[in-house]
C-alpha cells in the first residue's frame, strides 16, 4: 500500500525567508502524481503545486517550488520570500495513474501525510 | 467560476441520530470524492463517484456510511446512527475525468457528535 508521511509537524520561518517541507512516500508504482495542498483556518483545501512523475523537471508556480527525486521518493516544496499568508497546514498526496480502462470505477484517490503546520514570523 | 460547495459549514448532533452532509461540485466535474479530516485518522478517503458508473466505497469505514449522487452532480453523505468517533471535519472534492486530473476541494463540513 502506498503510504505518505510529512515528519515535520511544525515548522516556523521568518517573513521574507526561505522555507523548505519535507514529504517522503511509499509506493511500487512508476506512474503517479504528487501535490502539495495548503490548509488555511478556512479549512479550504487550496492546490499549491502539482508533479507529474513521469516528468524529470520540477514544478514550478511563483514562490512555490518543489524538489521532487524520484529515486528517493522525495518530494520536499519549497517556499521563496515567505508572506504571512503563507500561514497554514500543508499537506504533501500522492495519487497513482489510473489506468484508463479503470477511470470509470477506480477512482485516482488521494493518500495524504499527516501535515506540516508552518508559521510565519513578522 | 463558483467552487465546490457544502452544506451545512458545522453540524452539532447527539449521538444516534442521523445526519446527511451535501456536496455540490464543480459545474461540468464529473467525478467526485469524499474525504474525512479527523485528529487520530488524519485526511482518509471514504467514496468516490465518476459519472454514472458504481461508486467506489472502499474507503466507507462503517455499514452506517453510505452516498449517493443524484443526476450526476449533487452528492449527499449520510451517516446513520452517529457515533462521538464520526466526529470530523468531511471534504468533498471534484475533478474532470482523467488519469491524473486535480481534485479541488470544498470548505467542508464540520460534524460534532455529542
Known amino acids: 500500500a502506498q503510504t505518505v508521511t510529512q515528519s515535520q509537524p511544525e515548522m516556523s520561518v521568518q517573513e521574507a525567508e526561505t522555507v523548505t517541507l519535507s514529504c517522503t512516500y511509499d509506493?511500487?508504482?512508476?506512474?503517479?502524481?504528487l501535490f502539495w495542498y495548503k490548509q488555511p483556518p478556512s479549512r479550504q483545501m487550496i492546490l499549491v503545486i502539482r508533479?507529474?512523475?513521469?516528468?524529470?523537471q520540477n514544478a514550478t508556480e511563483n514562490r512555490f517550488s518543489v524538489n521532487f527525486q524520484k529515486a528517493a521518493k522525495s518530494f520536499s516544496l519549497k517556499i521563496s520570500d515567505s508572506q504571512l499568508g503563507d500561514a497554514a497546514m500543508y499537506f504533501c498526496?500522492?495519487?497513482?495513474?489510473?489506468?484508463?480502462?479503470?477511470?470509470?470505477?477506480?477512482?485516482?484517490?488521494?493518500?495524504f501525510g499527516q501535515g506540516t503546520e508552518l508559521s510565519v514570523k513578522p | 467560476g463558483a467552487g465546490v460547495s457544502q452544506s451545512p459549514s458545522n453540524k452539532v448532533t447527539e449521538k444516534g441520530k442521523d445526519v446527511e452532509l451535501r456536496c455540490d461540485p464543480i459545474?461540468?466535474?464529473?467525478?467526485l470524492y469524499w474525504y474525512r479530516q479527523s485528529l487520530g485518522q488524519g485526511l482518509e478517503f471514504l467514496i468516490y463517484?465518476?459519472?454514472?458508473?458504481?461508486?467506489?466505497k472502499s474507503g466507507l469505514p462503517s455499514d452506517r456510511f453510505s452516498a449517493e449522487r443524484t443526476g450526476g452532480s449533487v452528492s449527499t453523505l449520510t451517516i446513520q446512527r452517529t457515533q462521538q468517533e464520526d466526529s470530523a471535519v468531511y471534504l468533498c472534492?471534484?475533478?474532470?475525468?482523467?488519469?491524473?486530473?486535480?481534485?479541488?476541494f470544498g470548505p467542508g463540513t464540520r460534524l460534532l457528535v455529542l
Open positions: 472534492a471534484s475533478s474532470l475525468a482523467g488519469r491524473g486530473e486535480t481534485q479541488y
Open positions: 509506493t511500487s508504482e512508476s506512474d503517479y502524481y
Open positions: 508533479q507529474e512523475a513521469y516528468k524529470q
Open positions: 498526496a500522492y495519487r497513482f495513474s489510473i489506468p484508463v480502462s479503470m477511470i470509470y470505477n477506480q477512482g485516482g484517490k488521494l493518500i
Open positions: 459545474s461540468g466535474h464529473t467525478a
Open positions: 463517484f465518476q459519472g454514472n458508473s458504481a461508486p467506489d
